[in-house]
């Protein structure tokens, strides 16, 4: 027997879309956070949002909604300008919303607009509260606080080896004008994405065993949407750039802004290029320093001769006139005093004159021998690196084994059905593991 009134869940829906109706016919502007976003084939944009509690850890409510496929495009390319990042999960985001009921889909949110100046105050102030616990702990200025070594001539680069801002960086710095030598080697890394973080402090650990190789690190970035920068925004990849015992270079920013790791590194340029040419020009400066260094010794040496030479004859002349003025019957005595007298004033100002020109030519010999030395050590590192150039060791008879595109070091790293290139010296070979 069924009780005296009962409603079936349609009707029971259909009450409840009354209700919103009725009540809730307004726009509102909502604050809430992206947890998914996913765009249909039809073009709908769906999202679910979410509003966690004052721990950030609790979630205290939770709602879908679509942003119709007649404005969405509209929305996300003007929210992607204003605030520089993709329209994804993750962002905190002010929507202004309708409230739609439906018997069967339930309780949603329709987006009418999206206010992208809410979210670029939010990326902000993340931006700044990473900031502020790097200053709290103490680290935020340890980089910056390294000394730049005057001449920077090994670098150690964190970047994508197929970027263009990484070509662009090492032609401009082997082709500089000015043939100064550099010896720079790739430590690869992912350059946007969500391994950015994990590849990068990958490659800082790489360096960081071998840091007395290296006189600076260089982070750079070419090309890619503005968007892709937010991943640098990250507290444990600022953290370990700040705390690192080598100065760090960044070239990964934007004519508009700067990321955290900009802010914590020893210098941040906005292009690789703009890298490469602040490294040429502090060589430049240091060979002038070097050059008009030269020349001032061989002015002192000069000088110094030049003054003593004029003190000895000085001295000749008044001994002349002495020798004029003195007692005729003590002449012959006086001759042979005074061509003593002469043949030591020149025995020394000769004496003086080989000291100065050794010492000249001793300065400009170190000088050309600390060069030499230099010259000698850049050329046995790049030899040293050339050894170890895969194509060279390709050419000594060996070979390498490729499985998408890692290299084969153990045969548990392959199984039955797998493709392996196999590349030589001249040419490669395809297999299949059977």
Known sequence: MLPVETLSLYELNGLVREIVEINLTDYYWVRAELSEVRVSQ???????????????????????????????????????????????????????????????????????????????????????????RLQREGVAEMNKELELPS????????????????????????????????????????????????????ALEQIAATQDDWDAVVIIRGGGA???????????????????????????GHERDICVLDMVANRHLKTPTAVAVFLIERMQVQSMRLATLEATLQDKAEGLFNEKNEVLQHFVQRLSVVRRSYVPNHRQQLDYKFSRICALVTHRVE????????????????????????????????SVMNAYDPVNVLKKGYSITMKDGKAVTDDRQVKAGDVLVTYLKDGEITSIVK
């Open 42 to 132: 039809k073009g709908h944009c769906f999202v679910e949002l979410i509003e966690y509690d004052a721990s950030e850890k609790v979630v205290i409510a939770k709602a879908r909604a679509v942003i119709m496929r007649n404005i969405y495009p509209l929305l996300k390319v003007n929210f992607e300008e204003t605030t520089g990042q993709p329209f994804t999960a993750g962002l905190k985001v002010l929507l202004q919303v309708s409230v739609s009921f439906s018997e069967v889909y339930g309780y949603s949110l329709i987006v009418q607009d999206i206010d992208p100046e809410y979210t670029l105050g939010s990326i902000i102030q993340k931006r700044k509260e990473i900031w502020e």
């Open 226 to 252: 503005v968007s892709d920068l937010n991943v640098f925004d990250s507290y444990a990849l600022a953290n370990n750039c700040a705390q690192f015992p080598l100065p760090i270079l960044t070239g990964i």
């Open 351 to 382: 004496m003086q004159r080989a000291r100065m020109m050794t010492l000249s030519d001793n300065v400009v010999k170190a000088l050309g021998h600390r060069l030499e030395r230099e010259k000698k050590r850049m050329q046995l590192m790049e």
């Open 151 to 202: 001449l920077v001539q090994r670098i150690a680069v964190i970047s994508s080896p197929t970027a263009a801002g990484y070509e662009d960086f090492c032609h401009q710095l082997d082709s500089n004008v000015q043939g100064f030598r550099f010896v720079h080697r790739l430590f690869p890394a992912m350059m946007q994405g969500d391994e950015v973080e994990k590849t990068v402090i990958g």
